[in-house]
């Protein structure tokens, strides 16, 4: 794992351990074929866990660390290296040429805080259940936000719970880097969940556009102010309209979109 708004590499071997073991458990029980690693750094993960799968590629954008040699994964036989901005990788296209398919790939990595919605939306995303899951080191405050048992949902949330459940792994000090951050992370998991939910996702992510910017208020008064202002009209039942949008369940989602 590697960088995220600078130079901040995960320097705690036990922490790494704990990670490297997680992967492997949850790559071995999904019946995965394939591993990618999002920003591997120096490739201290990279070198732990390339033997958990005989087809693994590592995505990387710093030019420093390619350039003079940091990523060190040689001998590593089965690692591929993609020298580019993930958000612009084509991957589906990458594991077709491998033979391979989303529905058997486990994702892990360090995210860059920056663009940690990005990606979790490039890949878990889109309302589909493509990829097996993931594991990935990201900032506490968006782990606490994203988790699926959270009480208050955010618009990342609704995205990403779409398809997967959302576990909080471990809280990771910022001494657990070098040099250390100024912000605390945190390790979760993404499962897809057993059962898809029977939800049109291209209706609700319409639903989600026009009620996630107010936030604030109710779900009554905004359809009340999108029918007026927008000519929007959205059916909301008498027993919802008083809750907010990050106050709903599926189930009251479901009961919207119907």
């Not at 208050?152 to 990403?160: A, E, G």
Request: charged share 30%; net charge positive.
């Amino acid at each position: 794992m590697g960088t995220y708004l600078g130079q901040n590499f995960l320097t705690d071997t036990k922490i790494r351990h704990y990670l490297g073991d997680k992967i492997k458990k949850i790559y071995d029980e999904s019946g995965c074929t394939v591993l990618i690693e999002i920003g591997p750094g120096k490739g201290s993960l990279t070198k732990l866990i390339h033997e958990i799968s005989p087809d693994f590629f590592v995505i990387e954008r710093d030019n420093n660390l390619i350039a003079e040699g940091k990523l060190k994964v040689e001998g590593l036989e089965n690692v591929r290296v993609i020298h580019a901005d993930v958000l612009d990788v084509d991957v589906d296209a990458e594991l077709k040429n491998r033979g391979q398919e989303a529905n058997k790939t486990l994702v892990v990595g360090n995210l860059p805080y920056y663009i940690t919605s990005p990606i979790l939306r490039k890949f878990f995303g889109e309302g589909k259940q493509d990829y097996v899951g993931g594991v990935f080191m990201v900032q506490k405050e968006v782990a606490d936000k994203l988790c699926t048992d959270v009480q208050k949902k955010s618009y990342l949330w609704w995205i990403v719970n779409f398809g997967y459940d959302v576990i909080y792994l471990k809280t990771v000090p910022a001494k657990a880097f070098s040099p250390a951050p100024k912000v605390t992370s945190a390790l979760i998991e993404l499962k897809r969940k057993d059962v898809p939910l029977s939800i049109d996702f291209t209706r609700f992510l319409s639903f989600l556009e026009d009620f996630a910017p107010y936030s604030r208020k109710t779900l009554g008064a905004i359809a009340t102010m999108l029918k007026k202002k927008q000519n929007k009209e959205w059916l909301i039942p008498e027993t919802l309209r008083g809750k907010r949008l990050e106050e709903l369940g599926w189930g009251d989602v479901g009961e919207i979109l119907r």
